[in-house]
């Protein structure tokens, strides 16, 4: 299966046949924490759980067509940032004049099925032995490198996998090691994933690597059904056709992107709202500082994709459910669900 299989390309004239992000109806969080996290992706990663045929899958692939593209360095495997330091990547070290190209950003699908080969990449043991050369085929990681890593059915996931990901999402490092040969380079990625909690609970360990973790259900009122119904007709009748309806709001989400991101570091957070984010995560009882680290960079993110320069309450509050309800801890005296108790918690010390 060649890179295309796995790359989703961010969108270009001859690439229309992707569902429009701006045509998916409802699944305001969905979409909220999508947008957060193409603004910026040191916020961790977003996990989607919900219903079967809930448009978890087509929105996460959408994002693609949104992405503003990224410089890279021409012929890298590694995508790599020209204007970072050459030496953490194999292919850059030790080049003193590295050309670049604005590039798609990479939304690379993890199978279910994947071999770690794959995922890691293979080191050609016969290359290296009968030439001396450290010949290496560049896995799904590496593809991902500055992009999303996307994995449908996370909770289905293999665990060797699992504990790799974890490795490389914490190090931002891929090292694949064979028969005493070594290689490593460049690893960084933002982690999406989806799935349906009827088919599994998700490990601790990686369900804590989310930044943001969002529900979504089966519409309940006829007219956002038969919305729905209709949109996905008219695409799959004439995909092109039904794109490019909505080809100007792609563009518009597009550039809120682009300038939510060049506002984002001059947007800043009052002492009152980060007060209020470390008040609400004691409340909760949430585990560590992380939930604090999030609720911050989200509502910071947040604010920026509304144009403002300043975070509010308000900010926190809109975020707080997908920031929060997945770092909760079972209480055996508290029946009401994780987005419940956050619920609960925004109304008592955010009020």
Do not use: W
Not at 135 to 159: C, K, M, Q, S, W
Request: include cysteine; charged fraction near 25%; glycine fraction near 6%.
């Amino acid at each position: 299966m060649n890179r295309r299989d796995h790359t989703l390309e961010s969108s270009s004239p001859e690439r229309v046949t992707t569902f429009p992000f701006t045509a998916i109806v409802a699944q305001d969080e969905m979409r909220q924490a999508l947008l957060i996290a193409a603004v910026d992706p040191s916020v961790g990663g977003v996990l989607v759980f919900g219903d079967r045929g809930t448009g978890k899958s087509t929105a996460i692939r959408a994002l693609a067509g949104l992405l503003p593209r990224m410089r890279a360095v021409v012929g890298c495997p590694y995508a790599c940032d020209p204007a970072a330091p050459a030496e953490a990547c194999p292919h850059c070290a030790g080049k003193l004049e590295r050309k670049s190209a604005l590039v798609p950003v990479p939304v690379v699908d993890l199978p279910l099925g994947a071999t770690e080969d794959r995922v890691v990449g293979a080191l050609d043991l016969q290359r290296a032995l009968a030439l001396g050369e450290k010949a290496f085929e560049p896995g799904l990681l590496a593809r991902a490198n500055r992009g999303f890593l996307y994995i449908d059915e996370v909770n289905l996931l293999e665990d060797h996998l699992v504990d790799l990901l974890l490795d490389v999402a914490a190090s931002g490092v891929n090292t694949v090691e064979r028969e005493g040969l070594s290689i490593r380079h460049p690893a960084r990625f933002v982690l999406v994933g989806s799935g349906n909690p009827e088919e599994g609970e998700l490990r601790p360990q990686l369900l804590d690597r989310f930044g943001l973790a969002v529900e979504v259900a089966t519409p309940t009122d006829i007219a956002t059904r038969i919305d729905v119904v209709r949109r996905r007709d008219a695409y799959e009748r004439d995909p092109a056709a039904f794109c490019a309806t909505y080809s100007k709001a792609e563009r518009a989400q597009a550039k809120q992107i682009t300038l939510a991101r060049e506002r984002l570091p001059a947007v800043t957070i009052p002492d009152a709202v980060l007060e209020a984010c470390a008040r609400l995560c004691l409340a909760l009882g949430t585990d560590g500082l992380r939930g604090e680290l999030t609720l911050m960079r989200t509502a910071r993110a947040l604010a920026a994709l509304d144009g403002t320069h300043d975070v509010t309450i308000d900010h926190v509050r809109r975020i707080a459910p997908a920031a929060l309800r997945h770092r909760l801890r079972r209480n055996p005296l508290d029946e009401a669900g994780s987005t419940a108790r956050v619920a609960r918690a925004v109304a008592e010390v955010l009020a």
